[in-house]
């Protein structure tokens, strides 16, 4: 007779630490799994402090085997989500699990049954706790660690999604580049016409004035993004928050903003691949995490351009290649050698294109599911 799975939410500290901590062990063996850091996932999921969940619930659950715990799930209601796009939608993220059917199909069970009961009509995810956190199930290219602020996961938990009634609802790309393989010619003809076209400014983030920058980020985001697929409007709270949590790491010249008669249009983020430091540390920060990060944080080569937005008046005035070319020559500068631009809608054609005029090539796939009840 198998042995039964049993599924608890997490209702105690030891609970959610044993939860934060179960990846260690499932990936245990995979050289391409990048450690989280413990103290970022704790404050991912502090109700208390995160200002998502002013707006969101969560309920945690974890599954036992045997007395061992051998899966996590997390089921997500965001109200704002469901205000925006008038929508009874629920969430699931955080999920990780044996590579056995029964033990996922018992864990989509509790998310699932705690999602009707609020009312719900679908299941959507992962997402980690939202769309503007980490989201998305790798289902190609195992092959390679994830850049900072992407998922990655093993290659049978599609199956595993699937087995349950999980189905493709959009797919996220990213895209890869290096400067061995980008074509200058063609983006520095645009940026060439644009240029006597607009009188545009480009100028970093001002670390000085970051509150200041941060309000134009806030100013220029809700327009740029509004059409997107799954997009939720940032709160003010989310977004200092979000800012906050990035700033030990922005790069000032790979935070652009771009002024037209002194008019906010545009702003681009490109981030240090910080898991590449991540990786040597295992989540851990004390007693020598942090010399660790120091040191091979000198040594990254690689950034993720992990924001661009432009407003609607200006989406087709070329000004997203002009970003690329002044990221590009920029990294490069400061010895990056090699980028990911993620993530990218399946559908947003005109970013794809310009991506593709430029040299860039899809790389790795990541899949949002649904289930509707």
Known sequence: ????????PVSSKVDKRKFILLPWDIYKDDSNWVAPLIM??????????????????????????SNEIVGRIAAIINDNHNNFHQENTGFFGFFESRNDPNISKALFEAAESWIREKGMVRMR???????????GLLVDAFDSPPVVMMTYNPSYY???????????????????????????????????????KYNIELRSIDMKHFKRDVNIVKDVYNEA????WGFVPMTDAEMDHMAKELKPIIIPELALFA?????????????????????????????????KILWYSRKIDMIRVIILGIRKKFRKSGIDSLFYLETYSRGVNIGMSRGEFS???EDNYPMRHTLEKIGSKIYKTYRIFDKEF
């Open 1 to 8: 007779m198998p042995e039964s799975i049993i599924v608890k």
């Open 40 to 65: 970022d996932q704790k404050k991912l999921l502090d109700t208390n402090k995160n200002p998502f969940y002013q707006h969101a619930q969560i309920q945690c659950f974890l599954a036992y085997k």
């Open 125 to 135: 995810g992962p997402v980690n706790p939202s769309i503007n956190d980490t989201c």
């Open 158 to 196: 599609s199956q595993l999604f699937e087995s349950f009634g999980l189905q493709k609802s959009k797919d996220l790309l990213a895209y890869y580049l290096s400067k061995t393989n980008i074509e200058l010619g063609k983006i520095k003809r645009v940026v060439s016409i644009i240029k006597k």
């Open 225 to 228: 993004w509004e059409k997107n």
């Open 259 to 291: 002024f037209i008669n002194d008019q906010p249009v545009g702003f681009s983020l490109s981030l240090p691949d910080l898991n590449q430091a991540l990786a040597k540390i295992n989540g851990r920060l004390i007693p020598f995490g942090l010399p």
């Open 343 to 345: 993530w990218i809608l």
